[in-house]
């Protein structure tokens, strides 16, 4: 697979790229939406989601950094909050407050520092008829 089109005007970027080739169902523990990415010499990873809610409450999605292609380690981006003492470090992840259908596109950093990731969805509350990702495309960008 090709890294996309380099756009010298506006920095490298990937053409989006398929994340999964059927619709994904929302379980109540985080599981892989697709595969790895390959994110080697890019600074952030996107991902363009259409989620059908059905019955599912609290959809969250998450990426983890994996240090080698097909380990087994995952490593949870982090979230830093600063206080006037302390930095505060917690895993992070996306929660939509609308449990509707809907588009949504997100992006995270990866600080041309992490050379794989994952991303990764749940539920809060897996409804009789549970949520599910119907289509997913990623890109990576300078």
């Known amino acids: 697979m090709g ?12 053409t989006p790229m398929p994340l999964i080739s059927a ?5 109540s523990g985080w599981v892989n939406l697709g595969n790895e990415i ?9 991902a363009f989601l259409k989620v059908l809610a059905n019955n599912s409450n609290g ?3 998450r990426v983890m950094a994996l240090h080698t292609s097909g380990s087994a380690d995952l490593f949870p981006l982090p979230i830093r909050v600063t206080t ?5 470090v917690s895993p992070e992840y996306v929660e939509l407050a609308n449990n ?12 041309n520092l992490i050379p794989y990731v994952v991303i990764q969805i ?11 990702v119907a289509d997913a495309h990623y890109s990576i960008g300078y």
Not at 3 to 14: A, C, S, V
Not at 23 to 27: D, H, I, K, L, V
Not at 39 to 44: F, I, L, S, V
């Open 23 to 27: 619709p994904q169902a929302f379980t």
């Open 38 to 46: 390959n994110c080697t010499g890019y600074n952030r990873v996107g």
């Open 84 to 88: 006037s003492t302390e930095v505060i």
């Open 59 to 61: 959809m969250r999605f």
């Open 100 to 111: 509707a259908d809907q588009n949504i596109a997100l992006s995270w950093d990866v600080s």
């Open 3 to 14: 890294r996309g089109n380099p756009n010298t005007d506006f920095g490298r970027y990937l």
């Open 122 to 132: 749940e539920a809060g509350t897996v409804g009789v008829t549970a949520g599910t």
